[in-house]
Structure formats: structure tokens, C-alpha cells
T-cell receptor, first 115, second 117 residues
């Protein structure tokens, strides 16, 4: 079975500082990995995804993540935080079953950005 | 592209009544739709997976007779919470995928907040 662990339920940074949100996964097959962002009372928006190929994935809003197989990690980073980045971030791994891919989500990390 | 809508966005109902939530893919055909439930400040928990024209596959612990899912067309899936109780109050989110396999990403709706009084 696949699983996702997000270290740190809350992360606080100052505006302009580096953002690092951690995600580790467990999978017996090559994973597909995703980062989603959720703003209050809204659904999820895809930030970026890793499927195959280049391990450094660039997404929207200046975010990027690097797939490191040896570390089973897929950490999300952004060089300079903006106030609008404050939201809940979810890491997810796909779990193919019954020929339909389910997403297994981590518990989420709430990012706060201080001025 | 790849827009998914949900209706209603918020609903308040009395205990014992049934509530239907619609999930529509607006600009693509969704072979597969997923229904999630999210408790406050928690992650999304998959409730069920539905493929157009077939019965939904429910996750362990989800009551199929309480949470009725219909995926009658390639653009519409409905979740009906029957005989709702206050503990059913939650944020329900659907997602849609254009394929049945191949690890194609899911596109999420904006969610429906259900409050049962």
C-alpha cells in the first residue's frame, strides 16, 4: 500500500523567505506524485506533478519540487514566499487499483506567511 | 480547461432528510469521478470511486446505503447523503478524471459544505 507523510502540520515563514514543505512517500511501484494547494473553503488546485522523466518539476506560482527516489521524498519549495501563498498544501501519491488511480493524500501542511 | 463544478456550494439540512450534491465536468468527459470528505483542518479521505455507467466502488468503512453515488453520464456524478445526521456535516469534494487508468491527474471541484442541524 502507498502512503504519504508530510512533516510539519504548520510552517511559518516571513514574506520573501524560502518556503520548504516536506513530503515523503512509500510506494512499492514507481510513484506518481502531486502537490495540491487549498485555499479556505475551496477545492484543491494542482501545483505540480511528477510522473516520469526530469526529477525537478516546476509548477505554478513559482513552486517546484524534486523527486528523490533514494530519499523517497518530494519536497515542495519556493525561493521567495508571498503573502498570497498562505494556504493548506497537500502532497499526494497515486495508487492504482481496480484500474482506477486513487490519490492518497498526506495530512497537509498549513503555510503561514508573515509580513 | 479541465473545470469541475459542484452544486450547491453550501447546504444546510435538517437531521433525517436527504441531500444531493452534484459534480459536473464542464469541458471534458470524466470517465472516473471521485468523492472525498474533508473534516475541519484534516486531509481528504476518499469515500468512493465511480466509473460512468457502473456501480461505485466504496472505500472501507463508507456506508454505501448512506452515501449513494450515481455516475449516469460522462459529465455528471451525484452524491446523495441519505437520512443525514449531524455527524455527516463535512466538506465534500469531488474530482474528475478523463481516464480509467494511466495515472491521469484528477481535477477537483470547489467543494460543498454540508451542515446538518
Amino acid at each position: 500500500a502507498q502512503s504519504v507523510t508530510q512533516l510539519g502540520s504548520h510552517v511559518s515563514v516571513s514574506e520573501g523567505a524560502l518556503v520548504l514543505l516536506r513530503c515523503n512517500y512509500s510506494s512499492s511501484v514507481p510513484p506518481y506524485l502531486f502537490w495540491y494547494v487549498q485555499y479556505p473553503n475551496q477545492g484543491l488546485q494542482l501545483l505540480l506533478k511528477y510522473t516520469t522523466g526530469a526529477t525537478l518539476v516546476k509548477g505554478i506560482n513559482g513552486f517546484e519540487a524534486e523527486f528523490k527516489k533514494s530519499e523517497t521524498s518530494f519536497h515542495l519549495t519556493k525561493p521567495s514566499a508571498h503573502m498570497s501563498d498562505a494556504a493548506e498544501y497537500f502532497c499526494a501519491v497515486s495508487d492504482q487499483s481496480y484500474n482506477t488511480d486513487k490519490l492518497i493524500f498526506g495530512t497537509g501542511t498549513r503555510l503561514q506567511v508573515f509580513p | 480547461g479541465a473545470v469541475v463544478s459542484q452544486h450547491p456550494s453550501r447546504v444546510i439540512c435538517k437531521s433525517g432528510t436527504s441531500v444531493k450534491i452534484e459534480c459536473r465536468s464542464l469541458d471534458f468527459q470524466a470517465t472516473t469521478m471521485f468523492w472525498y470528505r474533508q473534516f475541519p483542518k484534516q486531509s481528504l479521505m476518499l469515500m468512493a470511486t465511480s466509473n460512468e455507467g457502473s456501480k461505485a466502488t466504496y472505500e472501507q468503512g463508507v456506508e454505501k446505503d448512506k452515501f449513494l453515488i450515481n455516475h449516469a453520464s460522462l459529465t455528471l456524478s451525484t452524491l446523495t447523503v441519505t437520512s443525514a445526521h449531524p455527524e455527516d456535516s463535512s466538506f465534500y469534494i469531488c474530482s474528475a478524471s478523463p481516464g480509467t487508468s494511466g495515472r491521469i491527474e484528477q481535477y477537483f471541484g470547489p467543494g460543498t459544505r454540508l451542515t446538518v442541524t
